[in-house]
């Protein structure tokens, strides 16, 4: 699933969502995630294409 973004602004603000929701994600779950980059790209593609993103299903899933 592809994922793009028009301008610099707009990626930098879908890494800031994705910062917060994982934050969220990870005081639910009350530890670290040393994987959170696999967890915020899909998040963020999860986002583009309309479905809710990981938090609450598991990083990376």
């Known amino acids: 699933m592809p994922a793009t973004y028009d301008s610099v602004a707009e990626l930098a603000d879908a890494l800031r969502r994705a910062a917060a929701a994982h934050g969220r994600y990870e005081a639910e779950t009350g530890r670290p995630d040393p994987d959170w980059p ?3 790209a899909q998040y963020m593609a999860d986002e ?3 479905r809710p993103g990981p938090a609450g299903r598991g990083a990376g899933t």
Request: proline fraction near 0%; aromatic fraction near 34%.
């Open 38 to 40: 696999t967890w915020y």
């Open 48 to 50: 583009q294409a309309g």
